[in-house]
């Protein structure tokens, strides 16, 4: 038995064509760009789920909120922003002031309620709570999914 062995006339690696030598570097563009854009996708979204800050750059607080209920008291009327991403708007029944602030964060309604509650009637997600204690405060506050709804109707000066 006779062991031949086969010889090719072309060589199994062949040199880049001058047009296609820029290949690889194509790949490495499109990979760059494709990280690039995941990076500025999230940084969107880091910035998206940020808490919203006050107009002076802070955090908002309870505090901010409950004066911000304040001031919409005093301006008798309109559609106000306040810092945590809803709106206070405020309703009149004869000579009968009513806010409305949607989207409140339960841990920001019980507290706010404290102190509302002191400067007048108080109504959390449609219910208006007979006996004031943090335990009802906290369950109605924690009633709906997301944030609560506070209706406030401030005391007449006298």
Known sequence: MAISSATHSKAFVHAPAEGNASGGGKTRLLAMTGIVLVVAALGAAALLMRPH???????????????????????????????????????????????????????????????LVRKGLLSINGTMPLRVSAAKLSDLCNQEDGGAVLTWIPKQPE
């Open 53 to 115: 800050m006050g107009e002076n750059g802070a955090a908002p607080t309870p505090e901010t909120f409950a004066d911000q209920m304040l001031a919409a008291a005093r301006a008798g009327g309109g559609t106000f922003p306040h810092v945590f991403g809803g709106t206070i708007r405020t309703e009149r029944n004869g000579a009968v002031l009513a806010l409305v602030a949607d989207n409140v964060p339960p841990s920001v309604c019980v507290s706010v309620g404290w102190k």
